[in-house]
């Protein structure tokens, strides 16, 4: 079975022609970081303008680089919630429009649960069930649980901030670029990951918080230079040294990983046949998380790196389990595909 899948939920523009669950034929993906690294973030209505520009050149990419025609499609997947609005719109829109004028089976799919299905991709060994999934993304920071194919109950979410938002958000304070993860992970080689320690939000149950562990970074920077809270956080880049932005890095992501990875660990003890670990989204790509995850926990899967960030190809993978466990397609004339708030 062939699937398209489109993704346009933030800033990349993304297409996918996958065989199966697994096999990429093609994966194509135009991503806007370069435009929105000189605002430290995204502005939706110019991502849902850049997508709209390039959503028509990247699937016909897709499918020239698969080496494949309309015909050889046997259904259209898109991500139809959760993410920017208008960014959204693009995409599923296209797919609806794709979907009527070749006659192909349309599926509307949840974003986090392709970031999930990301694990099957281009890969033989596969997570094996009952597995818990921790997503960790810009925009969600969560642990699932699945029990099989196609079956996902959320069992602890972030209460305001995600992970990955938050690492956006400290390397704006550190004067580092965007996005976040990637500059504190190179900022922190040189640091000394001890050096400043950043109380663990205290929050009951599996749910995480990180808007508390941003602004404990926000003060003891403030602390360390002698500064006011009341000194503008965009102002602090200036005061700090380059040992110690890199222990800022260094001190925060350690603090980051322990703190998911406790939360992971108690989930594991309250589900003790929990057979895998799958771990899902942009931060996915994270070294340290890789390595502490693997030391910490049995049958940890993540995703190839070119696949822990948005991509077509995830998306195509989730509706290819949809399918077989008997999803039916969306009316691609309905209008009620558009964002749905939970995981389903
Ligand atoms: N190596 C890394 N270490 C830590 N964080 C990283 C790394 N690489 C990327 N990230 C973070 O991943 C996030 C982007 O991930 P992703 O594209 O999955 O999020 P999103 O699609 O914007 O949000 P969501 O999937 O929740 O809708 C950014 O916050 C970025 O800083
Ligand atoms: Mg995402």
């Known amino acids: ?22 096999k990429v034929l093609s994966n ?15 502005i939706p209505e110019v991502a849902a303008r850049n997508h709209l520009e390039v959503m028509m050149p990247v699937v016909k990419k897709a499918l020239a680089d ?17 993410g920017l609005l ?36 281009n890969t ?34 972030t ?14 304070i550190l004067g580092l670029p965007y996005p976040g993860g990637p500059a504190i992970t190179s900022a922190g080689k040189n640091g000394d990951s001890n050096k400043y320690k950043f109380p663990k939000p205290n929050v009951e149950n599996l749910d995480f918080s990180f808007s508390g562990l941003k602004t404990a970074v926000l003060r003891t920077v403030q602390k360390e230079l002698n500064l006011p809270i009341s000194h503008p956080s965009h102002d602090l880049k200036n005061h700090l040294s380059s040992q110690q932005v890199a222990d800022f890095a260094a001190s925060f992501e350690k603090t980051a990983v322990d703190y ?13 046949e929990t057979k895998s670990f799958v771990v899902a989204g942009g931060v ?8 502490e995850t693997e030391k910490r926990l049995p049958n940890v899967f993540f995703p190839e790196r070119k696949f822990s960030g948005d991509n077509g190809a995830m998306v195509a993978a989730a509706a290819y389990f949809e399918i077989k466990s008997g999803v039916e397609p969306t009316d691609p004339y309905a209008l009620n595909i558009m964002p749905r708030s939970s995981i389903a």
Not at 28 to 42: K, N, T
Not at 66 to 82: M, Q, S
Not at 284 to 291: D, G, T
Request: net charge negative; proline share 3%; hydrophobic share 45%.
């Open 124 to 157: 033989k060994k596969t997570p094996e069930f009952p597995l818990l999934s921790l997503v960790v993304s810009g925009g969600h920071t969560q642990i699932l649980k699945m029990s099989a194919h196609n079956d996902f109950e959320i069992i602890g979410t």
């Open 86 to 121: 208008g960014s959204l719109l693009i995409g599923t829109l296209t797919a609806r429009t794709l979907a009527i004028i070749h006659q192909k089976p349309l599926y509307a799919v949840h974003h986090l649960k392709s970031h999930i299905y990301a694990n099957w991709l």
């Open 260 to 272: 998911l990875l406790s939360k992971l660990e108690k989930a594991y003890a309250e589900n003790p």
């Open 28 to 42: 194509v993906v135009v991503s806007q970081i370069d435009i929105f690294a000189e605002y430290g973030g995204v």
């Open 1 to 22: 079975m062939l699937i398209l899948g489109i993704e346009t939920s933030c800033d990349e523009t993304a297409a996918s022609i996958v065989e199966d669950e697994a």
């Open 66 to 82: 698969a080496n494949k025609t309309w015909d050889d499609i046997d259904a259209i997947a898109v991500t139809h919630t959760p």
């Open 284 to 291: 996915s790509a994270n070294e340290l998380l890789r390595s």
């Open 159 to 172: 209460r305001d901030d995600a992970v990955g938002e938050c690492f956006d958000k400290v390397a704006k």
